[in-house]
Structures are given as structure tokens and as C-alpha cells.
């Protein structure tokens, strides 16, 4: 079974510009979870969507949003890109049932902003 | 709130010592998860291993065992017979009870493991 893929891995953007992020889940699963990975902050969670609709969001401005299709892919969006959004980006997927199903992430996409 | 603390931030060992990393953490439901990722240098987070709240049994797994004590809230992390690709980042993390919050994870801040040769 493929794992979790994340597409770019690697992105270098502008302050201003905005960026989008993809995330093709474990086939199956249904939840997909967005996480950012920074040295400072460590890893904390943007939001988590379950059959195309947001069912948990974390503290992030508006300037991050998220969606998923209907083939439970997932796209994350940041606009007006600050210096401080330059991270490691990890994407999660799960069966989205039941506490025992573990997130299982896939290599993330590491975006710097200059 | 959930909090989760990993004191150790960086452990290194030697090849085939037995390493304990340690995880304390804070919640105030009564279900809960658990659960062990290793990052190595390539970013993928792995699972490793998972533990839900009503099950205090204590398992071993390969060169991995866990320690589950709800009466200190820990969920330490065993490695037996450490080896260097062992070398990585591992988080401890909690989850919640289920629905909205099944797919937020809290992590703590990571213990850095170095095995040498």
C-alpha cells in the first residue's frame, strides 16, 4: 500500500506570495490532518478534514486554509507568506474512526520564505 | 488542556545499550491515546507504537516495550539492544477522546537519539 504522498518537498517563495501544498492520503483513509514543524514552536496542528469537511482547526491565522476533495486528497493554502511560515509542512492521514487509528504522515514539504 | 513533556531533549548511547525515553503527560478526559513517532533525518514521521487509556498492559514489541502508568501520567518508551539507525528524533503524543478531535495530535518537543557505534 503507498504511503502518504506530499508534493513539492521542497519550495522557496517570496514574502507575499502564496503557496499551496498537496497531500495524497493512504488509500482508504479519510481523514487528513495538516501539521507545521518548526524548531521553535515544534510541531502543531493546523486542521484535520474528514470527508471534505473541516472538522478540527488549530490556532493559525486565515492566512492558512485547507480543502479536500472528494478522493479525500488534500491541499493547504497559505497566503501573504510571512518570514516566519518558512517550515517543515507534514501532512497526516487516517481511517478518521476510533482512537486507536494512528496518523500516519508522509515526508512533508519544506517551504522557505525569503 | 492537553500538554505533553518529553524532559530528555537529547539521550546518546553507545550500540546495544537499552535506552528509556520518558513522556509525561496532561489531559483531563478520561479516554485518551497515546502514541510513539520516530522522525528520522529524512522528516517522515513514523508510528511506532500506540496505547488507549483503559489499557494500563504494560507490551514488548520486537526491541520496543512501553511503560503505561495513569497514576503518574507516563508513557515512557523502551529500546532494547539500541542499534545506530535507531538514531532519530522520537515524539511522544496525545490524542483525544474521538470525533472532531481524532485527527489533532499534541506533541511534545522531541528527545534527540544518537546511538554510536
Known amino acids: 500500500k503507498a504511503g502518504v504522498t506530499q508534493t513539492p518537498r521542497y519550495l522557496i517563495k517570496t514574502r507575499g506570495q502564496q503557496v499551496t501544498l498537496s497531500c495524497s492520503p493512504i488509500s482508504g483513509h479519510r481523514s487528513v490532518s495538516w501539521y507545521q514543524q518548526t524548531p521553535g514552536q515544534g510541531l502543531q496542528f493546523l486542521f484535520e478534514y474528514f470527508s471534505e469537511t473541516q472538522r478540527n482547526k488549530g490556532n493559525f491565522p486565515g492566512r492558512f486554509s485547507g480543502r479536500q476533495f472528494s478522493n479525500s486528497r488534500s491541499e493547504m493554502n497559505v497566503s501573504t507568506l510571512e518570514l516566519g511560515d518558512s517550515a517543515l509542512y507534514l501532512c497526516a492521514s487516517s481511517l478518521g474512526r476510533g482512537g486507536n487509528s494512528p496518523l500516519h504522515f508522509g515526508n512533508g514539504t519544506r517551504l522557505t520564505v525569503t | 488542556a492537553q500538554k505533553v513533556t518529553q524532559a530528555q531533549t537529547e539521550i546518546s548511547v553507545v550500540e546495544k545499550e537499552d535506552v528509556t525515553l520518558d513522556c509525561v503527560y496532561e489531559t483531563r478526559d478520561t479516554t485518551y491515546y497515546l502514541f510513539w513517532y520516530k522522525q528520522p533525518p529524512s522528516g517522515e514521521l513514523v508510528f511506532l507504537i500506540r496505547?488507549?487509556?483503559?489499557?494500563?498492559q504494560n507490551e514488548i514489541s520486537g526491541r520496543y516495550s512501553w511503560n503505561f502508568q495513569k497514576s503518574t501520567s507516563s508513557f515512557n518508551f523502551t529500546i532494547t539492544a539500541s542499534q545506530v539507525v535507531d538514531s532519530a528524533v522520537y515524539f511522544c503524543a496525545l490524542r483525544g477522546p474521538g470525533g472532531s478531535t481524532l485527527g489533532r495530535l499534541y506533541f511534545g518537543r522531541g528527545t534527540q537519539l544518537t546511538v554510536w557505534p
Open positions: 496505547r488507549n487509556s483503559f489499557d494500563e
